[in-house]
């Protein structure tokens, strides 16, 4: 079983439409929980983080953490072709040197 | 301030032969990790290392694969007689000192193997 397990899609939405992203994890010692937006042949760039459970928005992103069914969450509210990307939810524990990473959702928004 | 620097940005290398990959960090980042990234798949860690240090190596394959991060210059990964499976992109991320959460990712090195 992968510690971190994510749907790879492809998600296709029309614009303006709130988008749901998930993840589920198995490791309990996860206390950071991550999501990164890359565009095709680009870097993976930070879009938001929470510690423990939770939630987080900044802007049309909210984050979204439950830790007793260990479930992480991003929403994208009013959806633009610009979000158009693959998204990758990451975690993290206290001590650790390294993020453990889904495989990634690609998104698609449509006009 | 220029964000985390990696080249070359594409790279084909025959069977058999050495791969050099570099990664200069943001600046005031001390901290440097590199993860392979395979197509359809998520990033999966390799190494993590200061400078001239290695901190973690568990996610680095036994043998081929090497990795430094000396006190002048940028990391190194550093990849022999690479085979077919090796091709992936390959990517740096910088941090300050126990900031993960901070971390940048440079835009990848792609490495073709024929």
């Known amino acids: 079983q992968k510690e971190v397990e994510q749907d790879p899609g492809p998600l296709s939405v029309p614009e303006g439409a709130i988008v749901s992203l998930n993840c589920t994890y198995s490791?309990?010692?996860?206390?950071?929980f991550m999501w990164y937006r890359q565009y095709s042949r680009k870097g993976p760039e930070l879009l938001m983080y929470?510690?423990?459970?939770g939630n987080k928005e900044d802007g049309r992103f909210t984050a979204q953490v439950d830790k007793s069914s260990k479930y992480i969450s991003l929403f994208i509210r009013d959806s633009q072709p610009s979000d158009s990307a693959t998204y990758l939810c990451a975690t993290l524990t206290g001590t650790a040197s390294k993020l453990t990473f889904g495989t990634g959702t690609r998104l698609q928004v449509t006009l | 301030n220029a964000g985390v620097m990696q080249n070359p940005r594409h790279l084909v290398r025959r069977r058999g032969q050495e791969a050099r990959l570099r990664c200069s960090p943001m600046?005031?980042?001390?901290?440097v990790y590199w993860y392979r990234q395979l197509p359809e798949e998520g990033l999966k860690f390799m190494v993590y290392l200061q400078k001239e240090n290695i901190i973690d190596e568990s996610g680095m394959p036994k043998e081929r694969f090497s990795a430094e991060f000396p006190k002048e210059g940028p990391s190194i990964l550093r990849i022999q007689q690479v085979v077919r499976g090796d091709s992936a992109a390959y990517f740096c991320a910088s941090s300050p000192p126990g900031g993960l959460t901070e971390a940048f990712f440079g835009q990848g090195t792609r490495l073709t193997v024929v």
């Open positions: 490791n309990s010692a996860f206390q950071y």
């Open positions: 600046k005031g980042h001390s901290h």
């Open positions: 929470t510690y423990s459970s």
